[in-house]
């Protein structure tokens, strides 16, 4: 089928309300023409999503707030947000598209549209997650970004989620290698769509990622500010992203943790960042949370090298 004949599908399936991001996948795989899908009434898409659950078509899909939907309206808001991502150089890819992220693919909820401006990294490279607290000490920041640097100069894809604190460092380290002629990229996952970037502390940063020939990356359409609940849903794209996710600094009550438990949930490996051996941290892993989770089994690594032994890499 033709990206013609495809059109603006993938971003009208976006923009219908109340829909889980499985029926969302489940009508992206489904249809491959926007006039076949836009043919329908909210009734069929209750019953095609019914199907794809396994279960009777009887139980109703749309809320009250949901349910007076209208497919124009849909139509209406795609070709809106299909102009302005022209106007701002933003791009998406469906899951229904070989290019999209294969390991995501292969999580429980992947987004259907994968928004991003930028290029996508290449799908050779390995993916490495490091993340952590907002409030690190300098012994995990300083690591942060010389692992991320070494990582992205051995030709992995690092990955986070340009929060201020470990993530920023990580994204500065994967940055700084890309200017010294790395071939890997930054990708930075956004709890906003990326006309929407947040902190605004990190706009500059983002640039950079960009600039560098790295991508930021969304599930949600152009003019989406972030929200509490958004930030959660973010991190299973993170983790879902890579084959292991690094975490460097975490509380006991940390958000990073939430995409530790998304790693483990997917499958992939988790590592916790620990100091030096011969330090004052006795190559301890940095933070009570980091420490739980070594307690729990997950593996304590002291340098990019570490990272690269554990998933088989060479350097």
């Not at 923009?15 to 023409?33: A, E, M, N, Q, T």
């Not at 949930?265 to 739980?292: K, W």
Request: hydrophobic share 40%; proline share 5%.
């Amino acid at each position: 089928m033709s990206t013609i004949e495809r059109g603006l599908l993938d971003l009208i399936i976006t923009r219908i309300p109340g829909l889980k991001p499985g029926s969302r996948v489940y009508l992206c795989g489904k249809f491959d023409s926007e006039r076949d899908f836009t043919a329908l009434r909210a009734r069929d898409i209750e019953k095609i999503c019914a199907e794809g659950r396994g279960e009777a078509a009887s139980g109703r899909l749309f809320d009250e707030e949901t349910e007076r939907w209208s497919m124009d309206e849909a139509i209406s808001r795609a070709g809106r947000d299909a102009a302005l991502m022209e106007g701002r150089g933003i791009r998406w890819v469906s899951i229904a598209e070989s290019a999209y992220p294969p390991l995501l693919r292969e999580i429980y909820d992947p987004p259907a549209v994968l928004f991003y401006r930028g290029a996508l990294p290449p799908q050779y490279a390995p993916f490495i997650a490091i993340v952590g607290t907002r409030k690190p000490g300098a012994a995990s920041l300083r690591w942060a970004y010389e692992t991320a640097r070494d990582l992205s100069a051995a030709g992995a894809v690092v990955v986070s989620g340009l929060a201020i604190g470990i993530d920023a460092m990580a994204h500065r380290g994967s940055v700084d290698a890309a200017a010294a002629g790395s071939a890997a990229s930054a990708a930075a996952v956004l709890g906003s769509s990326v006309d929407e970037v947040y902190p605004a502390s990190n706009r500059s940063l983002a640039r950079r990622i960009v600039a560098s020939g790295g991508a930021l990356l969304s599930e949600y359409p152009p003019g989406t500010r972030p929200a509490k609940w958004t930030f959660p849903a973010r991190n299973r794209i993170i983790s879902g992203l890579c084959r292991c996710t690094v975490i460097v600094e975490a509380g006991e009550k940390s958000g990073a943790l939430i995409t530790a438990d998304f790693a483990l949930e997917q499958n992939r490996d988790l590592l916790v960042a620990g100091g030096p051996t011969d330090g004052a941290f006795g190559g301890e892993p940095f933070g009570s949370g980091c420490r739980r989770l070594a307690e729990d089994g997950a593996k304590v690594v002291h340098s990019f090298v570490d990272i690269l032994t554990e998933l088989g890499l060479e350097m």
